[in-house]
């Protein structure tokens, strides 16, 4: 079959993100943090709820909700409605749905929402629920959850290009330098590599800092035309290019990469920009050694230099290679879903120069990546997208 | 045992409704290749589940079979990565059958390992009762057990003033304690598990009672009587003198109470009418022993029933052969409880038995009646 070439994101942009600060535990359900999301959204674009036509979704913890559910819990009347239950790709997912049904005009504004809450039990209890080959072929051998699976697959690579603990250990590091300055991330105590290397096991190699705090929280943008924003009088980003993909490298014995590196061709193609030209980058964090693993397959550097960048460069916010700015899910806590949405959300804050004490100075241009769903023995969910601020 | 595409061939796991190759419905269970290579491993230490975190560190790792899936495994201590390693299905604590990854080889006291022990009911250092003595089975299981290592094996005698063949043999071995117990007596098998309930790692019914006669030959129902009393309420007495304290001790320490073993006729799966009374005890001790495995369960104790065609005994001296010598059935208990099995089949009369009721139920019923 011919790949035909994809429609360009002409004219689309996405405004108001929106952050409702994390917190450990919340007595409060999924649908509270969602709402108020949406409220924060409304308030901070300046429109009324009913001026919002489509609505998108993510969470794991809406009991027996899905999207439809919440237009009659909130009061919205919209023509336009997706529930992602994506994981850590649901933001870029649902991005790119709604960037298509502002394009072809099924919706003039979409919300893009997530929110989780994160009981006592609420953690073990996704984990234990999480897919059937979960159920069935991972939980009932140590039930480790992520942490197990992804200490096979960090264990993997780390031996077969010859990364060390300090190499991804510069990455969770800088981040919490970058957490530092953000009054909402969880973790508020500096963290050297010292104490990133002193500190206990829990699956190996996987080690405390390896892992990020599951917390409730929600995170929120939306997507719109370029006129509609312009008429409402909306900073926005543009957005210039988007991937997705899933299960991709289905033959890899074991996952040394994701389904970005099929496509990040297209991705900066479509965006008309080099790795270079990037002021800022998002990646996804549930692991430090799956960031690494993006900043080859996202063409930052071939496979297996992953460990050379991270040495040559200060990711830090004022560095020469800001990432994760807000301190990431690693030490701003993983709000479920949400998570997804942290990184995007901190990146349009960005572009749009309203990132207050995490910003890079002059980002105009910043990249956010989404993974998710370790149905097995591998994440299989992957994406990414270009956005540009008004400077730009 | 893993899904096999019958349109493509290929093997596919974990267990799904079509094959991710060819996208055909036709999968169907099939004996696999069992090596593959160990790719990966780590050692969950903080795990999320009460069991495993009482049992942590424990080491899992991700398996490439030679047959093309990759599995998550339970790995046994000698396992390396990128070395070769045997697959094997196991029943976990829970019932469930679960991947279990050996080395290709045999290693120095490679069933000892911590985590294989875990999936198995291996009776070495471990204390088992036997329940009947007096029977040659009884007294073949006692020799099979010391010989795989078992620390102590009660063995229950009723009336034991009364002397009975091979009894000198039984009381000569090291390790070997003669207690008083008749299972049909509620009362006797009370005394003896107040006295040792708390020690019994494994419990092994040798309860024997087997008599000629179906209905129309026989007179009354005192001989059913003395075949339920002895086989059937005799299971239900141990099960409720013997149970619960094995329930309870189900992680008692390394050397844990594991499991109860059944020794029960084949014809408890379908009734031989020369046997036709007997076999319908048997099946009354088949349909309880799914009850109390399911009532041992919560305990991680496992339920084995051994099915056994006509032993080489007294009392089935004018059946023909094939019959099954004794020492069989007490290797098969040794076996069975090495590889943490809930069923088994010894000899060739069981083994026919099976493969028969599985193929025509029916033409099985029919061709007993002879």
């Not at chain 1, 060390?164 to 990455?171: A, K, N, Q, S, W």
């Not at chain 2, 094995?246 to 379908?270: F, H």
């Given at each position: 079959m011919m790949k035909s070439q994809r429609t360009p994101y002409e004219g689309i942009v996405i405004a108001a993100p929106v952050t409702i600060p994390y917190v450990r535990y919340s007595i409060e359900s999924a649908q509270w943090w969602i709402g108020r999301a949406l409220g924060a959204l409304v308030a901070q674009a300046g429109i009324k709820a009913s001026d919002i036509d489509g609505l998108c979704v993510s969470s794991f913890t809406m009991g027996t909700d899905s999207g439809i559910g919440l237009t009659q819990h909130f009061g919205l009347c919209v023509r336009w409605l997706d529930t992602i239950p994506l994981g850590g790709a649901s933001a870029i997912a649902g991005l790119r749905k709604a960037a298509r049904a502002v394009q072809a005009r099924d919706a003039d504004i979409v919300a893009c929402v997530a929110g989780d809450t994160n009981h006592v039990d609420s953690f073990r209890l996704t984990l234990e629920n999480f897919s059937r080959f979960n159920q069935d072929a991972v939980y009932p051998y140590g039930a480790g959850g992520a942490n197990?699976?992804?200490?096979?697959?960090?264990?993997?690579?780390?031996?077969?290009?010859?990364?060390?603990?300090?190499?991804?250990?510069?990455?969770?590091?800088?981040?919490?330098?970058?957490?530092?300055?953000?009054?909402?991330?969880?973790?508020k105590a500096p963290l050297t590599l010292e104490q990133y290397l002193a500190a206990r096991p829990i699956s190996d190699p996987i080690h405390l800092f390896d892992c990020v705090m599951p917390c409730a929280g929600a995170e929120a943008f939306l997507v719109m035309r370029e006129e509609t924003a312009a008429s409402l009088g909306l900073p926005a980003a543009r957005l210039l290019s988007t991937i997705e993909r899933h299960n991709a490298f289905a033959d890899d014995p074991m996952q040394v990469r994701g389904g970005w590196a099929m496509d990040v061709g297209e991705l900066y193609a479509m965006a008309g920009v080099k790795p270079d030209d990037l002021d800022v980058v998002q990646t996804y964090d549930d692991y430090p050694v799956i960031t690494m693993m993006q900043f080859e397959d996202l063409g930052f550097c071939k496979k297996g230099e992953g460990a050379e960048f991270v040495r040559a460069h200060d990711l830090t916010i004022d560095g020469d290679f800001p990432h994760n700015t807000s301190g990431g899910q690693l030490s701003v806590g993983q709000a479920g879903a949400a998570g997804a949405y942290l990184g995007l959300v901190e990146g349009l804050r960005q572009v749009l120069g309203t990132a207050g004490p995490t910003q890079v100075s002059n980002a105009r241009l910043g990249l956010a990546s989404g993974f998710g769903m370790i149905n097995y023995d591998r994440g299989l969910a992957s994406g990414a997208a270009i956005f540009a601020g008004p400077s730009r | 045992m893993l899904q096999r595409c019958e349109a493509c061939g290929a093997f596919a796991y974990p267990a799904r409704e079509a094959c991710p190759s060819c996208l055909s419905p036709a999968l169907a269970f099939a004996d696999a290749p069992r090596l593959g290579t160990l790719l990966a491993e780590t050692t969950a230490r903080v795990p999320s589940d009460v069991y495993f975190r009482e049992r942590a560190p424990w080491r899992i790792g991700l398996v490439k079979m030679d047959c093309g899936p990759t599995i998550v495994a339970h790995l046994h201590a000698d396992c390396a990565e990128g070395a070769p390693v045997r697959m094997s299905l196991q029943l976990d604590k829970s019932g469930q059958a679960v991947a279990f990854a050996r080395p290709e080889g045999e290693t120095p006291n490679m069933a000892d390992d911590r985590q294989w022990r875990e999936m198995t009911a291996d009776p070495k250092f471990r204390r088992v009762l036997v329940t009947n003595g007096r029977s040659v089975i009884g007294q073949e299981a006692v020799v099979a057990l010391k010989a795989a290592g078992v620390k102590t094996v009660f063995v229950g005698v009723a009336e034991p003033w009364r002397p009975f063949a091979g009894e000198d043999q039984l009381r000569r071995q090291e390790g070997v304690e003669v207690v008083t117990l008749d299972a049909a007596d509620e009362k006797s098998a009370a005394d003896l598990a107040a006295d040792i309930g708390g020690k019994v790692d494994i419990l092994v019914n040798t309860t024997e009672y087997v008599r000629t006669g179906g209905l129309l030959d026989r007179k009354g129902t005192s001989i059913a009587r003395d075949e339920i009393d002895q086989a059937y309420l005799g299971f239900i007495n141990l099960a409720q003198?013997?149970?619960?304290?094995?329930?309870?001790?189900?992680?008692?320490?390394?050397?844990?109470?594991?499991?109860?073993?059944?020794?029960?006729?084949?014809?408890?799966?379908?009734?031989?009418?020369?046997?036709?009374?007997y076999s319908a005890s048997q099946a009354a001790c088949l349909s309880l022993s799914h009850c109390l495995r399911a009532e041992l369960r919560p305990g991680g104790i496992k339920v084995m029933n051994l099915f056994t065609g006509p032993v080489d005994t007294e009392w089935f001296q004018t059946v023909p052969p094939p019959k099954v010598a004794p020492r069989a059935i007490a290797q098969a208990i040794v076996s069975g409880l090495r590889g943490g099995l809930e069923e088994m089949y010894v000899g060739d009369v069981a083994e026919e038995i099976r493969q028969r009721l599985a193929a025509n139920p029916k033409a099985l019923e029919r061709e007993l009646d002879k």
């Open positions: 197990a699976s992804f200490a096979l697959i960090a264990r993997n690579y780390m031996r077969t290009f010859g990364v060390t603990r300090e190499d991804v250990g510069r990455i969770a590091v800088a981040q919490r330098a970058n957490a530092l300055r953000n009054p909402h991330a969880l973790m | 003198a013997f149970g619960p304290a094995m329930r309870m001790r189900g992680a008692d320490g390394i050397n844990n109470s594991v499991a109860w073993v059944n020794i029960l006729s084949v014809y408890a799966l379908a009734n031989w009418p020369a046997f036709g009374a």
